[in-house]
DNA sequence: CTTATCCTCAACCATATGGTTGAGGATAAG
DNA sequence: CTTATCCTCAACCATATGGTTGAGGATAAG
């Protein structure tokens, strides 16, 4: 499931899209105007987010409405969140390197 | 610079070559064993990781030895961590509708 | 020197992706 | 009823993706 969430954003035009719909409930149409696209093609974005989880389609008329359904993003951040510890100690590193009173770039042989 | 992180982890092998990573550096063909697929295909997945910015590549003679660089990660977190909010106030709701002594699908109208 | 090993490159292939246009179903508006 | 609007579908196209095999360069090992 972590591949069709990944790539679902992948692709600026969806992530567009996922951020309007933080914002609140927007039909297919609603979401296609700001891009530069046809609405069929808009139409397919939303079908690539819907199939990763991202957002819930309710039809009423004429109108696709979507909503936004965060869960796989947390998902996404869960995962991620394992690199956490590495970039972190990446850093404690250089803050060790920064701290030190004598960097061993100055050190000596003995 | 999101479009190539996320793509770049929206494939199993990629995944998985960057959680070997995390454990210390690893080459090429070490990325490759357990993957079932050739060489050739697991390079091509090392140079998409490499290109996302997650990889670094140092060739010492004919191995190519590749490092874990965490930062784009980091960028890809915080992308999400806007989101947060959001499924923090879905939550939150449900947890008003679960407390609420009264839930408004039995209430009458007036 | 000769041979094995590590890896990339090039060519190829099947399928996926991301876009288009034209048609048309279903609903809403007049 | 007639017409406009919202949206999907189908067909099409160009390019990207993800895999293969065969060749070969560069280095390491014998």
């Known amino acids: 499931m972590l591949d069709a969430v990944f790539h679902a954003l992948a692709h600026d035009a969806r992530r ?10 927007l039909s297919v149409g609603e979401l296609a105007a700001p891009l530069h696209m046809s609405l069929a093609a808009a139409s397919k974005h939303v079908r690539v987010l819907e199939q990763a989880g ?54 000596e042989p003995p």
């Open 16 to 25: 567009t899209m996922l951020r309007r719909l933080a914002g609140g409930e």
């Open 54 to 107: 991202l957002v819930q389609r309710t039809i009423t008329g004429r109108r696709h409405v979507c909503r936004l359904r965060p869960r796989p993003l947390s998902d996404a951040v869960a995962w991620l969140r394992f690199y956490e510890q590495f970039w972190d100690a990446r850093l404690d590193v250089l803050q060790h390197v920064l701290d030190s009173p004598h960097p061993s770039v100055s050190e």
